[in-house]
């Protein structure tokens, strides 16, 4: 069956749930097509890719190395591999990509220890940094050897020039990396109004993540060595990490076609565009909060409570619902894509505190709880002073009375006990005591499952937010 012929549904449209949905831009697709001719050198010796290091060169600095890379999370892991011995370690947001969305690979295929740290914004700063920049010499703690930080960040905000100058001297200070995830680099780019040098090279940066996938790419990235020294092993960590393209020009290609004219700024550019009208819209929505300022194509708006359930049900959203890191007040994030498609978004519930609006949790409601529990206490007080209980030669033969039929009340008993203050222990020595070791035991061990049970999803109940 030809894609021509499959059926016309709304599959195809353009949604916010995630940036990996949208189609390569027009002009990638025609620059792959123009690769696709006769044979050419693999794994790098062929024409394009040289062509790719000789732009790279004169968009960055004329020191710079290219390593394209399958994607993202490939060029992060490579770039930092690359970067650090075996006993390193990197410094980075709690909110960073590394962190969060990449499955472990720094850790499991890199071999990387990452010391992770909350950020205002998703942005590191030179005393954040200094907080983790200690224990140098200890061989009971990895070394600090390397900052990474994410231009744009998670979080849609943008370091400024002055930003990232002051961390690489900071981090430079300490004899360590700089590296930058620059996956949404050019929306940064586009938003600062500055050239992908000046927020790089310029600024310090050691080692670049160069992102091209979320700006229109069908799937090329870079490792981008700003500073050589910087990083060693390239040429074989790629392999060794299952980077290295036989077919090289095919990404170079496309890495050609959005960087050698203005395509990724236009792209870029575009996507930003596209979120600030987002956000204008939501803006007018009196029940929307924006928490977080529109610098690059993120959007993330805090949704009235209860209100995620209607929006998960408006077609054209779709939206997806993970938790996101750094932002525990952020319901809905939404990143317009540069070449007029939707990126990716996430849900997180906003927290039932008293700031939260709608969502917080009515004083009357805890009290009335603290009340229930309190007056369950009282009660067995009261129980334990004022009923006379048979003595145990009665209630003996009283078990033995009733059977199958006094065991599964008892049972019953038992499990309620757990839910209450009192100790299960006095149950289980009651079942001893009327039924012997052998099925007293059996009688307890299923009483005390059942009250856990039932305990666990009181807890639950008394304990969860209000929709």
């Not at 947001?93 to 990387?112: F, R």
């Not at 030179?126 to 050897?145: I, K, N, T």
């Not at 430079?172 to 790089?200: C, F, K, P, Q, W």
């Not at 050691?206 to 990083?231: I, Q, W």
């Amino acid at each position: 069956m030809s894609i021509s012929s499959l059926p016309d549904t709304d599959q195809h449209r353009r949604t916010f749930a995630s940036d990996n949905y949208s189609g390569a831009h027009p002009e990638v697709m025609a620059a792959l097509a123009e690769a696709n001719v006769g044979h050419a050198p693999a794994y790098g010796d062929d024409p394009w890719t040289a062509q790719l290091k000789e732009l790279v060169g004169r968009l960055f600095a004329p020191e710079a190395e290219v390593h394209p890379v399958f994607n993202g999370t490939g060029a992060n892991v490579i770039g930092l591999q690359a970067a650090l011995p075996r006993w390193g370690a990197v410094i980075c947001a709690y909110s960073a990509h590394i962190q969060n969305d990449e499955g472990a690979a720094p850790e499991k295929t890199g071999g990387l220890k990452l010391l992770a740290l909350d950020a205002p914004d998703g942005k590191l700063t030179p005393e954040l940094v200094e907080g983790r920049a200690w224990g140098w010499g200890d061989p009971h703690r990895a070394q600090p050897l390397a900052v990474s930080i994410t231009q744009s960040t998670e979080l849609g905000t943008c370091y400024t020039p002055d930003e990232v100058r002051a961390l690489a001297e900071c981090t430079h200070r300490y004899g360590m990396v700089l590296h930058m995830d620059g996956s949404r680099l050019g929306n940064a780019a586009a938003h600062l109004g500055a050239s992908l040098a000046e927020i790089t090279a310029d600024a310090g940066v050691d080692v670049l993540s160069l992102g091209g996938t979320k700006n229109g790419l069908m799937g090329a990235e870079a490792v981008v060595v700003l500073r050589p020294h910087a990083a060693l092993g390239m040429e074989y960590l790629r392999k060794t990490n299952m980077q290295l393209g036989s077919k090289m020009r095919f990404l170079s290609a496309q890495l050609l076609a959005l960087y050698e004219g203005d395509l990724w700024h236009r792209s870029a550019a575009h996507a930003n565009a596209m979120a600030a009208r987002l956000r204008r819209g939501l803006e007018e929505i009196p029940e929307v909060g924006l928490d977080l300022p529109t610098q690059a194509n993120v959007v993330f708006a805090v949704l009235p409570g209860g209100q995620e359930s209607s929006a998960r049900g408006l077609p054209l959203l779709r939206l997806a619902w993970p938790p996101w890191p750094g932002a525990s007040d952020v319901l809905l994030r939404h990143h317009p894509g540069g070449c007029g498609c939707a990126r990716r978004c996430g849900v997180r519930r906003r927290p039932m505190t008293s700031e939260a609006g709608d969502g917080a949790e009515p004083a009357w409601l805890s009290l009335l709880r603290n009340a229930a529990l309190g007056g369950v206490v009282l009660l067995m007080i009261w129980l334990v002073f004022n009923v006379d209980l048979p003595s145990v030669d009665a209630l003996q033969q009283m078990a033995a009375d009733w059977g199958l039929l006094g065991i599964l009340a008892f049972i019953g008993l038992y499990a309620a006990v757990g839910l209450t203050p009192i100790p299960v222990t006095v149950m289980a020595a009651a079942a001893g005591v009327l039924y012997g070791v052998a099925l007293g035991s059996i009688v307890a061990v299923i009483g005390v499952t059942l009250g856990a049970w039932g305990a666990y999803w009181l807890a639950r109940l008394l304990g969860s937010e209000p929709c």
